[in-house]
């Protein structure tokens, strides 16, 4: 059975995800899938993932924007959306939380954040599956 995000889900996300957390990413390129460890953080049906515009993953999801995730006993899939320079405007809010969320690693020489390419991926998740405390819950997001 099929099941909209319910308030009990949507806690379990959150206290799994809502932090800096290691996720699988997985694109396709295509017909060769290529997964890889991202530090992700979650928030409202969507993983938030700073990288850059020209590395492989963006070049695969510019191609073909169907993504999946994968990690602590969830999988789902979901649409990825590149929205572009870290620190331009429209990006204020979520490039604070992020800053928040990965400060035990994001100043320290990785990223580049006077680079435009230094970019933050969204990926909007569509439908998924996670198992919690006995259950499996197969969700729509």
């Known amino acids: 059975m099929r099941e909209t995000l319910c308030e009990s889900v949507r806690e379990i996300l959150n206290a799994r995800f809502g932090r800096d957390t290691l996720i ?10 290529s997964v890889r460890t991202v ?11 700073i990288t850059h ?10 191609r073909n ?10 999988t789902a899939h979901g649409n990825a959306v590149n929205l572009g320079w870290f620190c331009k405007s429209e990006n204020q809010r979520i490039a604070q ?10 100043d320290n020489g990785h ?21 919690a405390d006995g259950k499996r819950y197969d969700i729509r997001f």
């Open 39 to 49: 530090n992700g953080y979650y928030e409202n049906g969507a993983f938030y993932i």
């Open 53 to 62: 515009a020209r590395s492989n993953k963006m070049k695969q999801l510019a």
């Open 24 to 33: 699988a990413l997985a694109t396709v390129d295509g017909d060769v899938p």
């Open 97 to 106: 939380t992020l800053r928040k969320v990965f400060e035990a690693w994001i």
């Open 111 to 131: 990223n580049d954040f006077d680079d435009e390419n230094t970019c933050i991926l969204r990926v909007d998740l569509t439908d998924g599956v996670l198992f």
């Open 65 to 74: 924007p169907r993504a999946a995730v994968c990690g602590d006993w969830f």
